[in-house]
């Protein structure tokens, strides 16, 4: 071999060494960037190619891929009754995807490795992939009646409603919301576009309020208050008598904390029923101060608060706030100061009192069949905390009913079933009405039902619409109505 053809054949090698370590590169280092850029069209028209699985509430269809005559996209989505499940289903945008269309997304579109046994059998048989059904716990009623009764306020809020002895969630409203089919399109510019336009919007139809949002909990945070009242000594009860005067003294300061329009609670020294169906301010300051922060963080933890929690989807961190002094303690008592909970956190609340101290881990996901309906995974209800001793749940409860039977909570009541509850009126910045809350379970001596109701701005300042009882308490009553009777 001359000189010439030894030179050509080294560059022919040494070029096509350069190529195979491009190519490797590209296939181990560089795939996955590939696959998952912006740019790659093949991806894009991949995303549509496969009928994603169904997703399901209750034996209905609220998500599910219909197929095209388009040559380029194949299966598109739709969304029957798509605002009413917005917040559950999520959209499956042209390069995004929220919700359970996200957080379930792998099984929705046949590429987990739970399916590779139906993939297997789809490939001998000559079948096309198809992806995983997802039955969320959704109750239709429920989310129905939650939806319509928030609507009806004309307000921003969230309705979330729990199984206490499961932890399945049975209803997941929040308002405003948006229609999941816009962004589910396969025009990315008209899709992007509308998202902009949702995400600017200042009344926030795309968050989910019921778990992406903390609140100011006011009064409904009395319930732990006196949750850990009862757990420090077993011998209170609902007829133990406190003091409740008009106004109450905060240490180091040269201000009171005063009863809702400074009115008097009692005589100045009241049951514990009667301070919890009147939700009289200063004496559950006072039992704040006394029981200090320590046991007050404690029994906030006890519920749930400070537990990272995914339904699958993450919830935003509910949170006592900190260690400050102890007139910042009596405010935090009563729901009024750094404290923020999500609906879910008041929710799961309510929901470990009804289920005798035992709070459940919220689930959204109920079952997941492959294509043909076999099993692939379903629900397993699992404890999260034990909130409070069944001793105590079982006062908490005797207290709870009797707000709804004789306090600020009248407007809950279902005839024929005992409903236990507790109103909350937090105020949020000077010259701005205050939330409306209430948080409840039913029946009460069995209950089948735990939910939160917030509604943003839905109380009065003043009179008697100034109480999340007045607002909140009968959209409570609607979704207890739709799961609890015929």
């Known amino acids: ?42 991806n894009f028209y991949e995303r549509y190619s496969i009928e994603r699985g169904r997703i399901i509430a209750g034996g209905k269809v609220i998500a599910q891929s219909v197929e095209t005559d388009s040559k380029r996209f194949r299966f598109i989505r739709q969304y029957p ?42 490939l001998f048989t000559g079948e096309p992939t198809k992806g995983a059904n997802v039955e969320v716990t959704i109750n239709p009623k429920a989310q129905k009646a939650a939806y319509d009764a928030l609507r009806q306020s004309g307000k921003r809020g969230a309705v979330i409603a729990i199984d206490p002895k499961t932890g399945a969630i049975l ?72 003091d409740a005067p008009q106004n109450l003294p905060l240490p180091g300061t040269n201000i009171s904390l005063p009863n809702y329009g400074g009115a008097a609670c009692g005589s100045g020294s009241v049951t514990l029923t009667y301070a919890l169906e009147r939700s009289c301010n200063t004496p559950f300051g006072k039992i704040g101060m006394e029981l200090g922060y320590d046991k007050m963080n404690e029994q906030t933890e006890a519920f749930g ?56 881990k919220p689930y959204l ?7 043909k309906g076999d099993t692939i995974d379903e629900a397993d209800p699992d404890q999260l905390t034990d909130a409070v001793s069944e001793e105590t749940a079982g006062k908490l409860r005797q207290m709870m009913v009797s707000v709804v039977q004789n306090g600020t909570a009248n407007l809950a009541q279902v005839p024929g079933v005992q409903v236990a509850g507790k109103t909350g009126t937090a105020e949020t910045a000077d010259g701005q009405p205050p939330h409306a809350w209430f948080i409840s379970f039913a029946p009460a001596d069995d209950p089948k039902i735990a939910l ?12 008697a619409e100034a109480t999340g009882g007045h607002t909140a308490a009968p959209i409570a009553k609607a979704v207890l109505e739709a799961v609890l009777t015929k």
């Open 305 to 360: 608060m400070g537990t990272q929690i995914g339904v699958p989807m993450s919830v935003a961190q509910s949170d006592f706030g900190k260690e400050e002094d102890k007139a910042a303690l009596a405010m935090a008592s009563i729901g009024q100061r750094s404290n923020r909970m999500t609906p879910l956190q008041m929710a799961m609340i309510a929901a470990g009192i009804a289920n005798n101290g035992t709070v459940m």
């Open 452 to 463: 939160a109701v917030i509604v943003e701005s839905g109380a009065a300042n003043v009179g």
């Open 81 to 122: 009754d798509a605002k009413l499940y917005a917040h559950v289903t999520g959209f499956f945008s042209p390069e995004s995807a929220s919700a359970i269309e996200a957080s379930e997304n792998k099984l929705l579109d046949g590429s987990s490795a739970d399916l590779l046994l139906r993939r297997s059998i789809d």
């Open 171 to 242: 209803a997941m409203v929040s308002l405003p919301t948006y229609d999941p089919t816009e962004l589910s399109g396969t025009d990315k510019g008209k899709v992007f576009s509308r998202y902009d336009e949702l995400a600017k919007d200042k009344s926030q139809p795309l968050l989910n309020r019921t778990i992406g949002q903390t609140y100011p909990p006011g009064s409904t945070f009395k319930v732990v208050t006196m949750a850990a009242y009862l757990e420090d000594d077993s011998s209170r009860g609902p007829d133990t008598t406190v």
């Open 1 to 42: 071999m001359n000189g010439t053809l030894k030179r050509v054949s080294v560059a022919c090698l040494a070029m096509f060494a350069l190529l195979m370590i491009n190519v490797n590169f590209l296939q181990a280092v560089r795939a996955e960037e590939l696959r998952g850029d912006a740019r790659n069209v093949r």
């Open 365 to 371: 996901v109920n079952k997941i069949t492959d294509a």
